[in-house]
């Protein structure tokens, strides 16, 4: 999905994968760029922490119809994650489960704790005004989750600015729906 400029990198970085045990992999076509740093990792278990997520689609721009691989936005899949992370860690290296499993608990408490206030400020806010404004359509798991609008300039970073159009039309929907600022 995302567009990186190739890079020389010196060799010691590429070898670091060389002693990789267990590769964990977002999936939904995030790391297509990466998988020639690992493709050759023969016998080395890949494990996609997105599992179980269910998708959101991409609904406009060149990756219209392609999964938005950014899940871990959401803290409710980000609970998924930590679940399947978690389960990997013990798959692989049995002998540590009680701490990856103590780890994976106290973790997810604190996203829940801190999802928790921010869950009871938005329902006090008046439906009109749920709206999540950004420069790009990452946070549209945390928006679907939250029961926010999403507005953005762009569906997908492709390293590219705004343009006059894209702009345009977020500060019309604003100004139509007297979208307030809130931090």
């Known amino acids: ?90 798959k692989y290296d049995p002998a540590n489960a009680q701490t990856y499993q103590r780890n994976a608990d106290t973790y997810k408490a604190k996203i829940t704790q801190t999802l928790a206030p921010l869950r009871k400020q938005i329902a006090e806010l008046p439906e009109n005004q749920r709206w999540m404004v950004t420069s790009e359509g990452a946070f549209s798991y945390l928006a679907r989750d939250l029961g926010l609008k999403e507005l953005y300039l762009w569906p997908i970073n492709a390293d590219q600015q705004g343009t006059p159009q894209q702009v345009r039309k977020v500060v019309d929907i604003v100004k139509k729906n007297h979208i307030p600022a809130r931090l």
């Open 1 to 90: 999905m995302q567009k990186f400029m190739s890079i020389s990198l010196p060799l010691a970085i590429l070898n670091v994968p060389q002693g990789a045990q267990l590769i964990l992999a977002n999936g939904m076509n995030l790391e297509l760029w990466f998988q020639r740093f690992y493709q050759h990792l023969n016998g080395v278990p890949e494990v996609i922490v997105s599992s179980g997520v269910t998708p959101v689609g991409i609904t406009e721009g060149p990756y219209e119809g392609k999964p938005n691989p950014h899940a871990w936005m959401s803290p409710d899949n980000a609970l998924i994650y930590v679940d399947n992370i978690r389960d990997a860690f013990i």
